[in-house]
């Protein structure tokens, strides 16, 4: 074994410790959750791996390879679990490139009771810790936008959107709707400037990209979603949700994205109806974040790629 | 032509963009953990030689050129075109014009094999082998007990290209030329 895959392989394995260290002495409970399952994420924008249960005493069903271990944890809050954490291998397709693999390690941990607030330093106080510690700037979407692209992202025009999106990179952006331009202009010039601030929470997303996060109204009115993401050295490492516990709203937003996908051409999903039930019966009120470790190891090893830090990544199966 | 789609985009791939043939340079897939895919695509203006960025949205789709890379041999010049014969057996030939030529014109032989570029069967450019063997015509004369170490001086071969090379070159020695660098090598 090279020098190199052995560095690679202890310092991974000492992340590894550090995390369940961490959360072993906050009495955060490890738990591990199927990452094959008959329910999948409808998220228009997410691709799952889809495959096909045959034979021994089951009935043939599709099954869906987890893009989150999200589903899940949920219905082990609603039963009762208290904090839990998994550190499991999710998949998502079509994600190929140098921050992406199809296949990756997730960091995934859930608070009932706690404020995003709460969250936020808690997720700090382990990135400081897998990380060294360095401070953090805390940034609205709206400041970051009107920092880097000189526009309001809740109060600009499509066509003002649309023309910051051609400036930037050269895309075709009549089809482009207003979430799209945001997402453009949140990777090629939001995300590239936060290079240089370090560490960023990112908090206060638009209503429309809540995903499974409650909204609320920001000071200045506007809808926005109670989620924050976390960037280290202008790469996303983790995404947080104050969540979504109404079951009624749920089941409308997993409709409203299979809506969705209809109208992309992409594949209808099997909801994950237990977790509905689940809702009915009710969720704490909770947070939760979802960390991409493998990236987080990438930042530890200062690589460039995630080819760098996986032991058998999609260039290499 | 066929259209391409972004899951098809790899380095290599020669579209059209804004009516002129590019080459596909490097591809990078954007996407926010909730949010649209991009692919950001480096390219080669083929006509201009320019580098440029673009984005495309997932699921776009560009027009690919009829561009095909063709070694040939090179035959002779009439002063306006450079003549390039297929080694396929065919004999077909094409005439390439100084622009396309470029800075190709610098490394030509006669009998040499060059990578002709065709765009819609017209040659837009000819690239050299990477090592390319020439006569000198002119040089200082050497210098007795020079070695590869020490001084360099110019050297001009028939082409008109002027390389540096080692005190120890002298008129009418066939040197070996890197072409991509312009760089001498060593005597061949």
Not at chain 1, 143 to 157: K, R, T, Y
Not at chain 2, 13 to 38: T, Y
Not at chain 2, 58 to 85: K, P, R
Not at chain 2, 118 to 134: D, E, H, K, M
Request: hydrophobic share 40%; with cysteine.
């Amino acid at each position: 074994m090279t020098d190199k895959v052995n560095s690679l392989l202890l310092k991974r394995a000492g992340l590894l410790n550090v995390t369940r260290l961490f959360f072993a002495r906050r009495g955060v409970l490890e738990v591990n959750t199927p990452v094959l399952g008959p329910g999948g994420s409808t998220d228009p924008l997410l691709d799952s791996f889809v495959t096909q249960l045959e034979g021994g005493s089951a009935q043939s069903q599709t099954l869906y390879l987890q893009t989150s271990p999200e589903f899940y944890m949920k219905r082990l809050l609603a039963a009762g679990s208290g904090p839990i954490y998994q550190l499991g291998p999710c998949f998502r397709n079509g994600e190929v490139s140098r921050r992406h693999n199809p296949e990756f390690l997730m960091l995934e941990w859930y608070r009932p009771g706690w404020s995003l607030v709460e969250l936020e330093h808690e997720c700090c106080a382990l990135v400081d810790e897998l990380l060294g510690a360095a401070s953090y700037t805390r940034l609205t979407y709206r400041e970051a936008f009107l920092q880097q692209v000189g526009l309001d992202p809740f109060a600009a025009s499509l066509d003002a959107l649309r023309a910051a999106c051609v400036a930037c990179s050269g895309i075709n952006a009549e089809q482009l709707d207003r979430d799209a331009c945001l997402d453009l202009l949140i990777s090629h010039q939001v995300e590239p400037g936060f290079k240089k601030l370090g560490r960023v929470v990112l908090y206060e997303f638009p209503a429309s990209q809540a995903a499974l996060a409650q909204v609320h109204q920001d000071a200045y009115g506007h809808a926005v979603a109670s989620r924050f993401e976390l960037y280290v050295d202008g790469l996303e490492l983790a995404n947080a949700y104050q969540e979504l516990t109404a079951a009624d709203e749920q089941a409308a937003r997993f409709q409203a994205d299979n809506a969705q996908r209809r109208a992309l051409g992409k594949e209808q999903i099997s909801p994950d109806t237990k977790l509905i039930e689940a809702l009915q019966q009710g969720l704490p009120e909770c947070s939760g974040i979802a960390l991409g470790f493998d990236r987080l190891v990438m930042l530890a090893l200062q690589a460039e790629s995630l080819d760098e830090v996986l032991t058998f990544s999609a260039l290499r199966w | 032509m066929a259209n391409f789609a972004t899951n098809e985009f790899k380095g290599g791939l020669k579209f059209m963009l804004e009516g002129d043939p590019c080459s596909m340079m490097d591809i990078e897939h954007i996407k926010p953990g909730k949010g649209q895919a991009f692919t950001r695509v480096k390219y080669r203006n083929l006509m201009t030689g320019r580098v440029g960025e673009k984005t495309f949205k997932s699921g776009d789709s560009v027009e690919g050129a009829d561009v095909m890379d063709i070694d040939m041999e090179y035959l002779y010049t009439d002063g306006e075109f450079w003549h390039f014969m297929k080694t396929d057996g065919s004999f077909e030939q094409v005439g390439a014009d100084a622009r396309a030529l470029g800075e190709t014109s610098k490394w030509l032989k006669e009998q040499e094999v060059y990578m002709v570029t065709l765009y819609n069967g017209a040659p837009i450019s000819v690239t050299p082998p990477n090592f390319i063997v020439l006569p000198v015509t002119e040089t200082d004369p050497g210098v007795k007990g020079d070695t590869a170490q020490g001084g360099s001086k110019p050297a001009t071969l028939p082409t008109g290209a002027v390389v540096r090379v080692p005190l120890f070159v002298n008129e009418g020695d066939l040197l070996k030329i890197d072409t991509r660098t312009g760089e001498y090598v060593s005597r061949a």
